[in-house]
């Protein structure tokens, strides 16, 4: 019978293993390499050599757009796209704190929480407001992304949390 200590170990042999053998196939480069898939808006993922200036931001929300508005409406933070919008807003002023930019980001972790009226998640609504900060004319890089649905946030009425990871 396998111990829970030997999955463990096991784990990070396999682990270690795999990031000596992607160290070796990168080593020659110094270049952060995006690995597109052309026909999605998102990256397959990103390989970030060591020596890089790496910038983590924690879950961000959208901030409050009507403080008269009543608690538990979405007139007080706005509907999933209107949050969306204003949360990456406000992940780009967060990297210019730290002298980033959204050029620099290659990965972001979404959490959507439904509409309570629905009880669906506006999946739509997110995909529209990520297609104007990333993936189009203005900025061209793609991020490798992972959205994923939640019961619900830390507050009721936020719809969308994001995760930026940065690096230049």
């Given at each position: 019978m396998i111990k829970f200590h030997q999955v463990l170990l096991l784990s990070f042999l396999l682990t270690s293993a795999f990031s000596c053998q992607n160290q070796e196939n990168h080593i020659s480069t110094n270049e952060i390499i995006r690995y597109d898939r052309p026909e999605s808006g998102i990256l397959k993922g990103v390989y970030i050599p060591v020596g890089k200036e790496l910038y983590f931001t924690s879950g961000l929300v959208a901030p409050v757009?009507?403080?008269?508005?009543?608690?538990?409406?979405?007139?007080?933070?706005?509907?999933?796209?209107?949050?969306?919008?204003?949360?990456?807003?406000?992940?780009?002023?967060?990297?210019?704190?730290?002298?980033?930019?959204?050029?620099?980001?290659?990965?972001?972790?979404?959490?959507?929480?439904?509409?309570?009226?629905?009880?669906?998640?506006?999946?739509?609504?997110?995909?529209?407001?990520?297609?104007?900060?990333?993936n189009n004319d203005n900025l061209k890089e793609k991020v490798a992304r992972s959205t994923i649905a939640v019961y619900s946030l830390a507050h009721p009425d936020l719809l969308i949390e994001i995760e930026a990871c940065a690096a230049k």
């Open positions: 757009k009507d403080e008269n508005a009543e608690i538990g409406t979405y007139q007080r933070y706005g509907n999933t796209y209107e949050q969306s919008v204003a949360t990456l807003k406000k992940i780009e002023a967060t990297l210019q704190e730290a002298k980033f930019e959204l050029k620099d980001v290659y990965f972001l972790r979404v959490y959507l929480a439904p509409n309570r009226n629905t009880g669906e998640v506006d999946f739509d609504a997110w995909f529209k407001a990520y297609g104007e900060f990333f």
